[in-house]
């Protein structure tokens, strides 16, 4: 590693999560708040992989009924007909609509499952102290951070569809229970995603040269 | 300024800030105001010293994160983005959205009335999500930044307690997602498409214009520039 290389922990430097000003440790230590911002200050993000964790298994936990029950229920001329994620994927499939199967597949299944597997990889990285390609793994990061939002899609087609499918006897759409595991996923796994500190596999690495 | 700012660069081209060196920090740590071009990676911690550089993006030596992005009349722009924003808001909740016609029946629907069914129907935390994700964190921020920009605009003083406002409105931002709603949208029509004619309303076309107001209003502001304004300490 090139000398060179400074990093504000390094110098003592603590700099503040929401404004980004450097403010002496040893300041933030008797005063632990951003003179210019107000925020909280902290070094790292406080028990970053605990907390990870924690939500990491939580969201893993919700995604097994988020995908075993119905995440929609349709009432037409008297047949109930109960769809999960994945039935409704494979029925556009099926029906030819490849495109809108893409994005439901996509945002329901292939994002959120995605996120949590980056993010147990990165907590292992972290844990094992691995320093295999720091880059690439920030980057990784940066990107379940980006995309985690996009999972929400199927939440909102099915409040649509709930408002809009209200014709009485003649067909009507439910919210299944699913839906609330669903979003507990997504709004889970953003929490996950914020609460992992990218610095820590930084610090590894520089601590073990 | 510049004589070479005829070669406009645009993303990756953009040049590598320069490093801090240990004699930057020094001057750093020794006093109690700390030197506004020193900059840490959020990402992943690295000292950098942002020189002065036109409009090119500075991205972190080690990491690439963005460190610095040029933002020209961040002010003025912002708040321009920000009104036209909270108009087509107010349009897009106000005006019915989808209209659904399936035999003689006409279903008509505002960004509302889901939410409320999904309360009606006992889902109310479902209900809540929505709610917050798309009309109360969006408002949040541009009331926020209403707020914050319209006292700065022309150079008058901050509003009181701007600078709390401005960290409350970049704490909500991922959680606001009318754009994902947008897809949504898109989604339930298609999966409609067979068993009904759905009519897009107004209320559709100004939510997709506002999508892309906000995303603009929001990448216009200039962080740094806001932060050196909004100063508690001043």
Redesign the interface.
Known sequence: MNA??????Q???V?C????????AQ?VDTHPHC?????HLHLRKPNSLARTWALVWAALICLVPANLLPMTITTALGTKQADTIMSGVIY?MQ?G?W??AT??FV?SIFVPCAKLLILIYLLLSVRFRSAWR??DR??L??LT?LVG??S??????V??????????A??AI??GPA??YF?AVV?IT?FAA?SFD??L???VVEEDV | MSSHSTSRHRYPQDRLPE????AD??I??SG?R??PL???C??????HRLAPQGDATLLC?????VLYRDKPNSIERGLALTLTALILFVLSNSFPF?A?K??G?V?E?ILL???R??WN?G?Q??AF??LL??VLVPLAQMLGLLYILAPLYGGRPPARHA??V??LV??VA??G?ME??L???L??L???G??AT?VPGVSVFSFAVLIFIMAAAYSSLD??LL?DR????R
């Not at chain 1, 999560?17 to 002496?24: E, F, Q």
């Not at chain 1, 929400?152 to 087609?157: C, F, L, Q």
């Not at chain 1, 409040?159 to 009485?168: E, P």
Request: with cysteine; glycine share 6%.
């Open positions: 060179q290389l400074v990093t504000a922990r110098l003592g430097l700099s999560h929401d404004c980004r000003l450097l403010i002496d300041q003179p210019r911002c107000g925020a556009f029906s609509s495109e809108v994005v439901i945002a720091p880059r920030t980057v990061y940066r951070e939002r996009w929400m899609v199927d939440i909102y087609v409040t649509i569809l709930v408002a809009l499918v209200r014709l009485g003649v067909a439910e919210a839906a609330v979003a709004v953003m914020e990218p610095r596999i930084w610090d | 490093r801090a060196t240990p920090a020094a750093c740590a109690h700390t030197d020193l900059i840490a959020p990402n992943c911690d690295l000292l030596f080690r990491c690439g994160a989808l659904m399936s035999g029946l279903q629907t009335t889901g939410i069914e999904l129907e889902m935390g479902l999500l929505v994700t798309c600078g709390r401005f960290r970049q704490e991922p959680w997602m994902v709603f897809i949504g949208v989604v339930a298609v999966k409609l067979h068993m759905i962080p740094p932060w909004l100063d508690l300490r």
